[in-house]
């Protein structure tokens, strides 16, 4: 077999992948798929069309320069174009009209995946719009697994618990200080905000070891973190105040224990997991509590990326290899966080571990163009929200499939946003006894 008859197996192998995934997320009765579940979200059907839209739009028009399929409602399904909340309204394709256009628009796409050259432009070369793509749905896979979570009504999706896990002995570990590579130029998929790789310098600085805990979180509940001004920001307090925010969404108060829905289950807050749908504010209170802070971008890829070893900064926490179950918990293999301290084999060469996958955690950074950048193939991706009301996200999460994030990946959010499935692990600067 060739190298490009080998790329071509390996793309369409994440596109079969992909689509068997929002195949899942969309088997539920029609009345569930058109209804709203929250005005954060879109009903289910539309991001169902939506991912056919855009494969249809860049793959069967631009690549393979096929005539339309359905170039009647392409302003149905321009995010740009409206609002969430406004979708509903909109005279969207049914559920079996949709699962019909997603069908076709897919055979033609196998069918320019046949034929299409795999170099020669930018577009195409090492199959980048069809990772493209790919990254799309399951990015959208990602999004229709927090509408299911914002879903009332009995579980409709299932899947195994992930096993038991053992903290690792150190709670934090000191990243030394010095330049780093940051970003990449060399992953055939990466998107453009991850471009250009440059080198930068991070200071010395400690980080924990695992994410934050629905345990260690309860404890600043406990000591009424909520309620003491002291450890939110002015914007944070805010918020906390107007929102009347009380402890992670979807928790509540069971007499003296506290309960959560987990799409559709209502069971105990398992104190053992990364706490999850928290947003900036509450992450940033938490570690002024402890005494800590939210680690900046650099410092959270420094820490995910970098081989003191070898000075050179790795595709993942665990080197190069793409991710396996032994490595960390993407995918919707499992519809939770796996306790702290899981993947030991996922952990960085300074014993870092579950930095991809479980939790997007949150971090100290705006969202901003890396230097050089240079939008492609559309500034709709990224460059339009630089400079805007976001913060960073890195990671992935449970619900994050290995194709959509790596050690670059870059994800933002506005820090008001809780319906993510976001934790955070803390920092702090190094005590000079610590870096002597």
């Known amino acids: 077999m060739t190298s490009t008859e080998d790329l071509r197996e390996r793309v369409a192998e994440q596109l079969r992948r992909s689509r068997e995934r929002s195949t899942v997320l969309t088997s539920i009765e029609d009345d569930e798929l058109v209804r709203q579940h929250s005005k954060l979200m879109s009903p289910l059907v539309w991001d169902l069309a939506h991912i056919g839209n855009q494969e249809e739009l860049w793959l069967v028009r631009d690549v393979g320069g096929r005539e339309p399929v359905r170039e009647d409602i392409d302003h149905l399904y321009d995010a740009f174009q409206h609002a969430r909340a406004d979708r509903p309204a909109l005279p969207l394709l049914s559920p ?6 997603v069908r076709e628009v897919r055979d033609k796409v196998f069918d320019v995946l046949d034929k299409a050259p795999l170099e020669g432009s930018r577009l195409v070369d090492h199959g980048f719009a069809f990772g493209m793509i790919v990254q799309h749905e399951q990015q959208h896979d990602e999004t229709m697994l927090a509408t299911h979570q914002l879903r009332i009504g009995a579980p409709v999706l299932h899947a195994p618990d992930p096993g038991p896990a053992v903290r690792p002995t150190a709670r934090e570990v000191l990243v030394p200080g010095g330049e780093f590579t940051m970003g990449t130029s060399t992953e055939p998929w990466a998107l453009d905000n991850e471009r250009p790789a440059f080198r930068t310098h991070v200071d010395a600085f400690v980080i924990d070891t695992v994410p934050v805990s629905n345990g ?20 944070g307090w805010a918020h906390r105040t107007k929102a009347k925010l009380v402890a992670p969404r979807f928790w509540e108060r069971d007499g003296d224990r506290w309960v959560r829905t987990r799409f559709g289950v209502v069971e105990p807050v398992p104190l053992d997991e990364p706490v999850v749908h928290v947003c900036f504010h509450e992450a940033q209170a938490y570690a002024r509590w402890a005494g800590k802070r939210l680690p900046t971008e650099p410092e959270w890829e420094k820490a995910a990326r970098f081989d003191p070893a070898t000075g050179r900064s790795r595709r993942y926490p665990w080197g190069d290899e793409d991710p396996g179950p032994e490595h960390a918990n993407l995918g919707q293999r499992h519809l939770r966080p796996a306790p702290v301290g899981s993947y030991p084999a996922g952990e960085s060469p300074l ?12 971090v100290d950074s705006d969202f901003h163009a890396y230097p050089g950048f240079a939008a492609f193939p559309y500034k709709e991706y990224s460059e339009v929200f630089f400079g805007g009301d976001y913060k960073m996200l890195r990671g992935g999460s449970f619900g994050t499939d290995a194709s959509a994030v790596r050690g670059t990946f870059r994800n933002w959010d506005h820090p008001i946003r809780r319906q993510i499935f976001a934790g955070f692990r803390c920092a702090r600067d190094p005590r000079p006894d610590e870096v002597g």
């Not at 079996?96 to 256009?101: Q, T």
């Not at 260690?216 to 914007?235: H, K, P, Q, T, V």
């Not at 014993?351 to 949150?362: K, N, P, T």
């Open 96 to 101: 079996a009209e949709a699962r019909g256009y």
């Open 216 to 235: 260690d979180y309860l404890a600043f509940i406990d000591a009424g973190g909520y309620d003491d001004e002291r450890w939110w920001s002015e914007r």
């Open 351 to 362: 014993g870092v571990r579950q930095l991809i996958g479980d939790v997007w955690e949150w």
